[in-house]
């Protein structure tokens, strides 16, 4: 059974970071593309981050340069660098496997603001 649960969320000011952690159980990790998604107040649920199986990245153009995303095999963590943060950053985090369907974890806010 898949199961991702992400923590490492909260209140924070503008220009401060916050680091994100998904921890995933019920795939093989080390095979698996791992994916940050968003859905901030009555918007559509959008995507941030990717990494695969060997490490290679890709970022939405809104979080390029100010968030990084990495992974711990040995541990079957994925993370969420967030660095500078802005107040349109304001969302409901998810961490998301695909596999024959989407996996999603509980979400964790993240809410910034002075």
């Known amino acids: 059974q898949v199961q991702l649960v992400e923590s490492g969320g909260g209140l924070v000011q503008p220009g401060e970071s916050l680091r994100l952690s998904c921890a995933a159980s019920g795939i093989i990790f080390r095979l698996a593309t791992m994916h940050w998604f968003r859905q901030a107040p009555g918007k559509q649920r959008e995507f941030v981050a990717t990494?695969?199986?060997?490490?290679?990245?890709a970022y939405a153009d809104s979080v390029k340069g100010r968030f990084t995303i990495s992974r711990d095999n040995s541990a079957k963590m994925v993370y969420l660098q967030m660095d500078s943060l802005k107040p349109e950053d304001t969302a409901v985090y998810y961490c998301?496997?695909?596999?024959?369907?989407?996996?999603w974890g509980q979400g964790t806010q993240v809410t910034v603001s002075s």
């Open positions: 998301n496997f695909r596999d024959s369907r989407d996996f």
């Open positions: 990494i695969n199986s060997v490490r290679s990245t």
